[in-house]
Nanobody
Framework: QVQLVESGGGLVQAGGSLRLSCAASGRTFSNYAMGWFRQAPGKEREFVASISWSGGSTYYADSVKGRFTISRDNAKNMVYLQMNSLKPEDKAVYYC?????????????????WGQGTQVTVSS
């Protein structure tokens, strides 16, 4: 069993920044890819970013490319999402997810475990 706990969400003005963190426990963290997804009210959960087991490969949704950066610290069992130049359309609940392979995964099927989510609100 894997436990994922997100933190760092909040309210920010458009153009601002937030850094989300996800603490993982329960299995060998460095053996698996990690990802971030988000879900806005009335919309389906969507992929945001993914990082491979080593951190050597990353992949981003087009909507966040160039603004968001995913990273991980395997020594601390942590994954991060640095969000810059935030827009009102980035408002959503953001979920951390633990993958079922070492490779980057861009669909929810590639993830076995999910955190409870953290709210990000961007005011215009």
């Amino acid at each position: 069993q894997v436990q994922l706990v997100e933190s760092g969400g909040g309210l920010v003005q458009a153009g601002g920044s937030l850094r989300l963190s996800c603490a993982a426990s329960g299995r060998t963290f460095s053996n698996y890819a990690m990802g971030w997804f988000r879900q806005a009210p009335g919309k389906e959960r969507e992929f945001v970013a993914s990082i491979s087991w080593s951190g050597g490969s990353t992949y981003y949704a087009d909507s966040v490319k160039g603004r968001f950066t995913i990273s991980r610290d395997n020594a601390k069992n942590m994954v991060y999402l640095q969000m810059n130049s935030l827009k009102p359309e980035d408002k959503a609940v953001y979920y951390c997810a633990a993958g079922n392979t070492v490779l980057v995964q861009i669909t929810a099927r590639g993830y076995d475990y999910w955190g409870q989510g953290t709210q990000v609100t961007v005011s215009s």
